[in-house]
Each structure stands twice: as C-alpha cells, then as structure tokens.
C-alpha cells in the first residue's frame, strides 16, 4: 500500500526552485572537499516524532492527519513501517533511529512487549534488505511508562532496574540483528527532584554499573556499534545526570568509561543546559567524544524541549564548522530528532520539514567548508594565542616554569597590552561567508 502516493520522489532542482517538494542546496551527489554531502551529512529520519507522533500537547488532543491513523495495535505498528519505509526512498533518507515502544506496543508483560518487538523487527529487517536506508541508532524508552517513575538505572527499586536491564539488552540484540550503527543511551528520568530523599552516590554508582554490564554484554554479543550518551538538562527531573556534555565527562571518567561512549548531541537539549548548539559540540570534539548529533532546534521564548526542525543557518554554519572539525561523524549522523508544529497537521509537512532541514544544513557545510578552507577563524585564534608560541608563554605551556620564575617576569612589565576580540568582524564575516553562498 502506498502511504504517500501524492509525492514523487525528491529531487535536487537547485536554488532557482520554486517546487517546495525539492532539494535547492541538498544536492547528495555534490562534492564539499572530497567527500560528498551524502557522505558528511549523513541524515537520518526520527521515528517517534515522524510516524508515532500524533500532535498532542498540554492542551489539546492529537490532530496529525496521517493515513495509516485507521489501524490500530499490531497492524498500526506493521502499517507504520511500511509508510516509514516509503518516506525514507522517496525523501532519499540513508538512515531512521527508533525507541523500543516507537516501533511496537508495549504489552502486559514484558514476555509480550518482546514478542511484539520481534514481529516489528522482522518486518524492518525485510524492507532493510530492500532499502538503500539503514538504522543509525536505536534505543530504549525507560521513561514513558509509570513503572519509570524513579527513574531506571538510577531508580531506588532493584524491580525497575533489572526491568530496564533487561530492556536494554532486547534493544541490544535488536541493534546487532538489524546491523545499527550505533546504540543510544537518554536518561529521560535518570536524575532527582530533590535530595530529601535521595542516595545520589548510591543512584550514580548503579547507573555506571548499568553501562558497564551494556559493554560487556555488547562485547559478548558481537554488537561493534558505537554507544552514545544524549545529554539533556531539567527535562523531566529538575537535576539530571547528564546535565550537559562536560557533566557527561566526568561521569565517565570518574567511571572508567570514556573509552567506551561518545555523546549523541542535541541542539535544544544544548539550549536548555544554558549552552550554545555549537558550545556542546566543541566540548565533545575537543575531548574526542563527539559521535553523534540529533538536529533540531529550540524556541528563545520558551523554557522547554520544543523539537523544532533546524533551519536557523547561522547556528547550522556553526555546528557543521565544529563536525568538519571533528573529522565528520563517523559512525554518527545527523538526525531528525524534531517533528512538525501542532498546526502543520497534514501528512505533506512531514516532506517539507524534513526538506527545510537538509537543505538548512547543506548550507550550513558549504559555508563551514568554505570557512575552514579560508583558514578565516583558524588564523585569527591562531594570532590571538600567538603569545603562547616563544617566550613566557611557551614554557606556560611546556609545563617547564612555576610561579617564581612568573612572578619574576611579571614585575618585570612595564605594560600588558591586549589585543581586540573582534567578535562583531568575525560574525559580519560569517554573514558575508553565508550570503555569499545563498546567491
């Protein structure tokens, strides 16, 4: 059955389109240095928000038109592949990510909820033999249901613990059988509301042991997929572990665990902690911990996670400078975790946000390309600290001074001069760099 029979598949027409159903600066073919945007980008479709979300808010009801709506249960969720699958082709789609309940209802028991997922899984195993698309990354949904009202890893219960253990090690058997690229850890309620009644030593220590035991029974397995951790602040505890990529960090370390994860980073979570979008992606990529990047973008005037799709260019321009940085992704990608707004309720929007949002970030490289090719940041940080590279400054950095041999210098001066930051020249230069590449 067709699910999108309306829409042909999209092409690239180039800046000069009119046609709203068509790539204008997302050419997958094209060459940004040698690699194409295909290759970098590496987009991926968000299943929760894209074929599960009905449009439901605080307020209102859900109010998605969506054709496969009319099934329910189990045929719900077989119609929701089949329409997944054909909205991967026809948008061009190398990859989709899934929570465990996006793909298959839960069922009474957790003897049921597994097998509910196999058939699910046997029915995306099929069209991936077909499909050019592949699974970035999947995970588990430990913080939806009552039972994960504590928490899950860090619940006070030993019940939810070994529950979501086993969770877990279902969606890892799952991601080795459909061959995933990665393997994501949010801790939607993995934190607390207020220490009266809170172990935090006893809550922290079980977490680690919780990634612990998921390395090594991924070891066990043969699952080489690499494992991420999603940072998210205030949502929906008000103290939650991994806060931010920095808290994230010393978590790991304090663990022994920074050789195993990476950080799947997202901009409204980045938002949320207080940070810039490209803020998180440095802190990962300076510590050689970005592996990932969920694409969306939040609302200025609200104070919660609003999941919209990325079009703010400025802020694209700068996350893709930090990617190219990194090297790209690697086993990462760039995926949609965003849907469309309560008001974009027709099935069409799902084809023109993602659209938006592709052709926003193959801006964003091109312009980030061309940044890095110019050296026009490099050279001026480069000159900035160039006090660092003879004299005082150098033996600062070679460890081979000490606060005697500083003090000596320092009274030595007769000025300290400093020179401009010059932010607002290189942001105009930024502007120019992306006006330049919209003509």
């Known amino acids: 059955m067709a699910y999108f029979k309306d829409i042909s598949n999209i092409q690239y027409e180039g800046p000069q389109s009119n046609n709203g159903l068509a790539f204008k600066y997302y050419n997958p073919q094209e060459k940004v240095g040698d690699k194409t945007m295909e ?9 929760w928000h894209t074929f599960t979300y009905e449009g439901g808010d ?30 991967y082709e026809k948008l061009n789609a190398p990859f989709f990510c899934f929570h465990d309940v996006d793909i298959a209802p839960e069922g009474l028991t957790l003897a049921e909820t597994y097998k509910n997922l196999d058939i699910i899984v046997d029915e ?64 939607g309620r993995e934190g607390y509301e207020t220490l009266l009644n809170t172990n935090m030593k006893l809550e922290q220590d079980n977490l680690a042991r919780f990634f612990h035991m998921a390395v090594d029974y991924a070891k066990e397995i043969g699952f080489e997929g690499q494992f991420l951790i999603e940072p998210k602040p205030k949502e929906p505890t008000k103290h939650q572990y991994d806060f931010d990529v920095a808290t994230g960090i010393a978590f790991l370390r304090t663990y022994g665990l920074e050789d195993k994860f ?60 930090e990617i190219l940085k990194n090297g790209g992704l ?21 084809f023109y946000a993602h659209i938006a949002g592709m052709d926003s970030f193959a801006i964003g490289l091109k312009v980030a390309h061309q940044l890095l090719e110019d050296r026009v940041l490099e ?16 033996k600062i950095v070679a460890g081979t001074t000490n606060f005697k041999e500083l003090e000596e ?31």
């Open 379 to 394: 050279d001026f940080v480069d000159r900035r600290y160039d006090s660092y590279n003879s004299g005082i400054g150098q």
């Open 39 to 47: 290759e970098i980008l590496r987009f991926g479709v968000a299943y």
């Open 124 to 187: 995306i195993e099929r069209h991936l033999a077909t499909s050019k698309t592949k699974l970035l990354w999947n995970t588990a949904n430990m913080f939806s249901h009552p039972r994960f009202v504590h928490g899950a890893a860090t619940s006070p219960n030993a019940d939810v613990f070994a529950y979501s253990a086993a969770k877990v090690k279902k969606g890892l058997e799952i991601a080795k059988r459909l061959n995933a690229e990665n393997y994501v850890f949010w801790g």
């Open 262 to 321: 990476k950080f799947n980073i997202e901009a409204n979570h980045a938002t949320l902690a207080g940070h810039t979008f490209e803020h998180e992606l440095h802190t990962a990529r300076i510590h050689g911990m970005l592996g990932s990047v969920d694409a969306n973008q939040g609302d200025t005037l609200l104070g919660w996670d609003t999941d919209e799709f990325p079009t703010d260019l400025y802020t694209n321009t700068l996350a893709m400078y």
């Open 58 to 87: 605080p307020f209102g009801a859900g109010n998605m038109q969506r054709s496969w709506n009319h099934y329910t249960d189990m045929d719900l969720a077989k119609a929701r592949v089949e329409a997944s699958f054909e909205f």
């Open 409 to 439: 210098y320092a009274l030595g001066l007769t000025e300290i001069k400093n020179t401009s930051g010059r932010t607002e020249k290189l942001k105009m230069i930024i502007n120019q760099y992306l006006i330049n590449t919209l003509k």
């Open 330 to 350: 690697g086993k990462g990608g760039l995926n949609f975790d965003a849907k469309v707004r309560r008001g974009s309720f027709e099935q069409d929007d799902l």
